[in-house]
T-cell receptor, first 107, second 114 residues
Framework: SQQGEEDPQALSIQEGENATMNCSYKTSINNLQWYRQNSGRGLVHLILIRSNEREKHSGRLRVTLDTSKKSSSLLITASRAADTASYFCAGAQKLVFGQGTRLTINP | NAGVTQTPKFQVLKTGQSMTLQCAQDMNHEYMSWYRQDPGMGLRLIHYSVGAGITDQGEVPNGYNVSRSTTEDFPLRLLSAAPSQTSVYFC?????????????FGSGTQLSVL
């Protein structure tokens, strides 16, 4: 299985702080993707990082990938209340997801 | 484009009943998949398809059937519903059959089996 395992399971921070969550996976991947889910809705794609990339930015998001450690991290800078959601990683193929990190941004 | 459309949004079944969850996409995507999400959990892959006429099992396929007769549609059938199938079901699609592109998700079907 190429299941992603997110860590921590839950994270609570103050608005304006940075949030970092991690993902570990078991087998080789072509790319790793991060998704956000707001309160039981469908997942929304955030960013995709390919296996030959080490770091990628998109707005306030920064993703790193370490294929030697089979791990990835998602950094959200200058957090906002609207960032409150669950965050999931998934690796290709089959795009199997982990249990996610529940992020709460406190005003 | 409507994206990925799932129907119904809510459904209550009695144990032993059968039903079909509908999923349609209008983006001409080759890859389609079904997930279930239990409370406080991640998504578990039920079945997926890499094109019309081709389906395969995911992590938790037991109790579910799928077919892919057209590119647009990927229905999920519950043959004999059980309380353990109470969950939220998500359909997703992707342009790339190998999973190298992002998934687009439907809004989900909340299913309760009594």
């Amino acid at each position: 299985s190429q299941q992603g395992e997110e860590d921590p399971q839950a994270l609570s921070i103050q608005e304006g702080e940075n949030a970092t969550m991690n993902c570990s996976y078991k087998t080789s991947i072509n790319n790793l993707q991060w998704y956000r889910q707001n309160s039981g809705r469908g997942l929304v794609h955030l960013i995709l990082i390919r296996s030959n990339e080490r770091e990628k930015h998109s707005g306030r998001l920064r993703v790193t990938l370490d294929t030697s450690k089979k791990s990835s991290s998602l950094l959200i800078t200058a957090s906002r209340a609207a960032d409150t959601a669950s965050y999931f990683c998934a690796g290709a193929q089959k795009l199997v997801f982990g249990q996610g990190t529940r992020l709460t941004i406190n005003p | 484009n409507a994206g990925v459309t799932q129907t119904p949004k809510f459904q209550v079944l009695k144990t032993g009943q059968s039903m079909t969850l509908q999923c349609a996409q209008d983006m001409n995507h080759e890859y389609m998949s079904w997930y279930r999400q239990d409370p406080g959990m991640g998504l578990r892959l039920i079945h997926y398809s890499v094109g019309a006429g081709i389906t395969d099992q995911g992590e938790v396929p037991n109790g579910y059937n799928v077919s892919r007769s057209t590119t647009e549609d990927f229905p999920l059938r519950l043959l004999s519903a059980a309380p353990s199938q109470t969950s939220v079901y998500f359909c997703a699609s992707s342009r790339d059959r190998r999973g190298n592109e992002k998934l687009f998700f439907g809004s989900g079907t909340q299913l309760s089996v009594l």
